[in-house]
């Protein structure tokens, strides 16, 4: 078993930043890929990020260029930070672990989540 633990979120105005972190207990060991998710309320669960082992991240279209992920495997945590954020980005942001080391959008890669932490931004 895996736990997933995500904190950071909160309320921001548009053009405004946070950051996000996840942190990782349990059978942690392997170089599994990982990943931030978001949900807006009526929306289908979408990919924002994902990320190997090693740290190289690959990021949706919406949101390239305004956030950074990046994990810290010696501490069993990886972070998203978000800067320049807009409406479009409020939801509700999940961590997740995949069942291999290659990173992937679907859902169905990843078998932990985290409990999710919202983000609002208001215009």
């Known amino acids: 078993q895996v736990q997933l633990v995500e904190s950071g979120g909160g309320s921001v105005q548009a053009g405004g930043s946070l950051r996000l972190s996840c942190t990782a207990s349990?059978?942690?060991?392997?170089?599994?890929?990982m990943a931030w998710f978001r949900q807006a309320p009526g929306k289908e669960r979408e990919c924002v990020a994902a990320i190997t082992w090693g740290g190289k991240a690959a990021y949706g279209d919406s949101v390239k260029g305004r956030f950074t992920f990046s994990r810290d495997n010696a501490r069993n945590t990886v972070s998203l930070e978000m800067v320049s954020l807009n409406t479009e980005d409020t939801g509700v942001y999940y961590c997740a672990r995949s069942i291999s080391s290659k990173p992937d959008a679907s859902r169905e890669r990843y078998r932990y989540w985290g409990q999710g932490t919202q983000v609002t931004v208001s215009s």
């Open positions: 349990g059978r942690t060991a392997g170089r599994d890929a």
